[in-house]
């Protein structure tokens, strides 16, 4: 399984970003999907779920700003982050279940600044 994330890039504050992630490879199942982030010297932390059902969760610190999307057919999950913050700056890593195992992407960098 391989995935290819896209989408980051420097924006201002209260611009807007979209994210994907692309999974390929010899896919049988997919469950749920994640995205993560980690800022610089700070630990990664959990963002948004969907899961197969299309049942959504988000951090607190996300709510009403970002939304967390996925096709199926093409094995996408999105992220679609509006009203960013400076703070939203980091690496960001989409986390799916695949074939019953969790995996990560390469990441993608996001910097919100003026």
């Known amino acids: 399984v391989q995935l290819d994330e896209s989408g980051g890039g420097l924006v201002q504050p209260g611009g807007s970003l979209r994210l994907s992630c692309v999974a390929s490879?010899?896919?049988?199942?997919?469950?749920?999907m994640r995205w993560y982030r980690q800022a610089p010297g700070a630990l990664r932390e959990w963002v948004a779920t969907v899961t197969r059902d299309e049942t959504t969760n988000y951090a607190d610190f996300v709510k009403g700003r970002f939304t967390i999307s996925r096709d199926d057919d093409t094995k996408t999950v999105s992220l679609q982050m509006d009203n960013l913050k400076p703070e939203d700056t980091g690496v960001y890593y989409c986390?799916?279940?695949?074939?019953?195992?969790?995996?990560w992407g390469q990441g993608t960098q996001v910097t919100v600044s003026s």
């Open positions: 986390n799916p279940v695949i074939n019953w195992q969790t995996w």
């Open positions: 490879g010899t896919i049988y199942d997919v469950g749920d």
